[in-house]
């Protein structure tokens, strides 16, 4: 049984990004939640971001600059450093929702093996710009993610005991497999029923959409089969075409 207040490690990946990088750190510098183990893994950024993250030096606990090879590379090195009952990856650009983000999902149920929440989505001008496509699940195991990815990984917190590395063989959804990996081993899911990040639009997956959808799909053949993956992702279809019927437009 863990305490009332358990530790949680924050882990931000960055590389050159001193545009959105401060919008990270003060997001977690600011939380009126005092038990946080903040990591930061920098990939021997270059551009003045590594000057930007001393200005919150006291805030950050492991700061680890050098070379990586990939984003998930990165992230393992994070969670390897982590000491925390809980780990939560808020990559750079991204932000908890609010001050009180932490307080309030650790308070909504005592010693859950994953804790998750909803996202609001921002763009580069930081300004709100809707719900992501999928919609949270009221209910979450290792088989929601069969119709797409309904929680975002920004919002996903996993008992450390229960995160295993993650899979250096896909470059840009492995965060799918580690979300569904925990989930199997997860006895206690509990949905805080609230928002609990804002997700920056436009990342690597958005940028290489192809290959983020190759990936996903053998991720998904990988757990839930080869033909009711197939009959998924004609659902999958179906309500993507529905969607951008509706809104003239897509979003994750």
Request: positive net charge.
């Amino acid at each position: 049984m863990l305490e009332k207040n358990p530790k949680i490690s924050i882990i931000t990946i960055v590389y050159n990004n001193v545009r959105d990088i401060r919008y990270t750190l003060e997001s977690v510098a600011k939380q009126d939640y005092s038990n946080i183990e903040y990591i930061i893994v920098d990939g021997l950024s270059s551009d003045g971001t590594l000057a930007i993250i001393e200005e919150y030096k006291a805030h950050i606990q492991v700061l680890i600059s050098e070379k990586d090879n990939g984003i998930y590379d990165a992230m393992n090195k994070g969670l390897h450093a982590a000491t925390g009952d809980y780990v939560l990856f808020l990559n750079s650009g991204d932000e908890l929702f609010a001050t009180d983000t932490l307080t309030k999902v650790f308070n909504s149920a005592s010693d859950a093996d994953i804790y998750y929440g909803e996202t609001k989505l921002v763009n580069e001008d930081r300004q709100i710009i809707g719900d992501r496509r999928h919609a949270c699940p009221e209910h979450f195991d290792w088989t929601s993610f069969k119709y797409g990815m309904n929680v975002c990984h920004q919002a996903i917190y996993v008992k450390r005991d229960i995160a295993e590395p993650y899979d250096l063989q896909y470059k840009l959804s492995s965060d799918i497999d580690w979300v569904i990996r925990a989930a199997k081993k997860a006895k206690k899911i509990v949905n805080v029923r609230g928002y609990v990040a804002k997700y920056l639009v436009g990342g690597m997956s958005q940028q290489r959409h192809k290959q983020s959808l190759k990936e996903r799909y053998e991720i998904f053949k990988r757990y839930y089969g080869f033909l009711p993956n197939l009959f998924n992702h004609g659902v999958i279809a179906f309500r993507l075409m529905l969607y951008r019927l509706k809104n003239g437009k897509t979003r994750d």
